[in-house]
Structures are given as structure tokens and as C-alpha cells.
């Protein structure tokens, strides 16, 4: 069946430090790939998206590539806040399949000043 | 924006207690959602709706059923709580037919089953 991977944590960084958070997934068909976010005490809210092989995803500075040859869609910062504390989840969903998405693990990321 | 409403953050309750988890969505969805999300499993689907009146199990619908009387409400029912169902749960909600896009989330309600 369909599957996400993606690495544990915690991952525990400096201020200003690089952020990758690797993401493997699993898939029948073509999927959509998402980065969700849970900031402590909050709902998961999306952070960004690709639908397609080669697409970038961005926002708030980060970023993930759908790298079809590798079924990999890293999540990237060049420059991590504290503010960017949270529980980041990769996750997948198939055309067609109603927003049924599959979800990762989850991986805690916590800043230090 | 869109606002998701779980009607309660914190619920204590005994084993063999009959519960509901109340979600609320004002976006006019079609699609709504029931996870549980625990430690190193992250989240798992039990059921979802795609409209009123309708439902289809998830990957863990065990122990769980739904109702969907109106559009923007969606509730899970634990006929008989069991300890092993203590875990944060997630209601989302998204806009309608199969296309895959952006799910929103209420901010969960941690259920502990003594």
C-alpha cells in the first residue's frame, strides 16, 4: 500500500542553522506530496505542496522538490527560527483519492537560540 | 478562514463510557475527516465522508462509527471506550469531489480512557 517515510526525530538545531528533514514515500499511482505543520498546541496546517514530478514547494522560506526518480520530497530551510519549533509531517495523496492522504510519522524540530 | 471546531480540547472518561467527539467545520466542505494521532505512528485515518448522510472506514475504523447528519458537522462515536483508544484525535475537512488538495484541521481533542 501506499506509505510515507520519513526520519525521526527530535532534530534539535541552532538558530540560523540549515534544516533538512528527509521524506520517502510509497505510491500505486501519481501522488500529490504535502509538508504539514503542528505548531505546539495547534491543529496540523499545511505548509506547502507539489502535485507534480520536478514541482518545488515553498513558503515561509522553505521548500521540497517531488523528485520522482528518488520518490524523495525533502523539506529544506537555509536559516531555521525559533518560531519554526513545531511537529513537521510529509504526506501523500493519490488523484482521485478525495483528499484521503497518508501521513508520515512525524518529525519534532526544536530551535535553540 | 476556514475554522474547524472540535468541541472539546480535553476529555477524561472510563472504560466502557460511550463517547462523541464533535466536529464542526463553516466552510461549506463536502469532505470531512476523523485521525487519531499518536507517538511514532503519527496520524491515522478511522473514517471519512465525502457527504451528508454518508461515511467510509478509514485504515483503523475498529471500536469507532461516525454520524454525518448535516453537512458541516462530523462526529465520532466510541461506543464503548477502551484504554487503548487514549490518543489525540484530529477532525479536517476539504473542499469537495475526488480532486487532491489542502485538508484543514481543527486543534484536536486529547481523549485519555482510564
Known amino acids: 500500500g501506499d506509505s510515507v517515510t520519513q526520519m525521526e526525530g527530535p532534530v534539535t538545531l541552532s538558530e540560523e542553522a540549515f534544516l533538512t528533514i528527509n521524506c520517502t514515500y510509497t505510491?500505486?499511482?501519481?501522488?500529490?506530496l504535502f509538508w504539514y505543520v503542528q505548531y505546539p498546541g495547534e491543529g496540523l496546517q499545511l505548509l506547502l505542496k507539489a502535485t507534480k514530478a520536478d514541482d518545488k514547494g515553498s513558503n515561509k522560506g522553505f521548500e521540497a522538490t517531488y523528485r520522482k526518480e528518488t520518490t524523495s520530497f525533502h523539506l529544506e530551510k537555509g536559516s531555521v527560527q525559533v518560531s519554526d519549533s513545531a511537529v513537521y509531517f510529509c504526506?501523500?495523496?493519490?488523484?482521485?483519492?478525495?483528499?484521503?492522504?497518508?501521513f508520515g510519522t512525524g518529525t519534532q524540530l526544536k530551535v535553540e537560540l | 478562514d476556514v475554522k474547524v471546531t472540535q468541541s472539546s480540547r480535553y476529555l477524561v472518561k472510563r472504560t466502557g463510557e460511550k463517547v462523541f467527539l464533535e466536529c464542526v467545520q463553516d466552510?461549506?466542505?463536502?469532505?470531512m475527516f476523523w485521525y487519531r494521532q499518536d507517538p511514532g505512528l503519527g496520524l491515522r485515518l478511522i473514517y471519512f465522508s465525502y457527504d451528508v448522510k454518508m461515511k467510509e472506514k478509514g485504515d483503523i475504523p475498529e471500536g469507532y462509527s461516525v454520524s454525518r447528519e448535516k453537512k458541516e458537522r462530523f462526529s465520532l462515536i466510541l461506543e464503548s471506550a477502551s484504554t487503548n483508544q487514549t490518543s489525540m484525535y484530529l477532525c479536517?475537512?476539504?473542499?469537495?469531489?475526488?480532486?487532491?488538495?489542502?485538508?484543514?484541521f481543527g486543534e484536536g481533542s486529547r481523549l485519555t480512557v482510564l
Open positions: 479536517a475537512s476539504s473542499f469537495g469531489g475526488r480532486r487532491t488538495g489542502e485538508l484543514f
Open positions: 466552510m461549506d466542505h463536502e469532505n
Open positions: 505510491a500505486t499511482g501519481y501522488p500529490s
Open positions: 504526506a501523500l495523496g493519490l488523484t482521485g483519492g478525495g483528499n484521503k492522504l497518508t
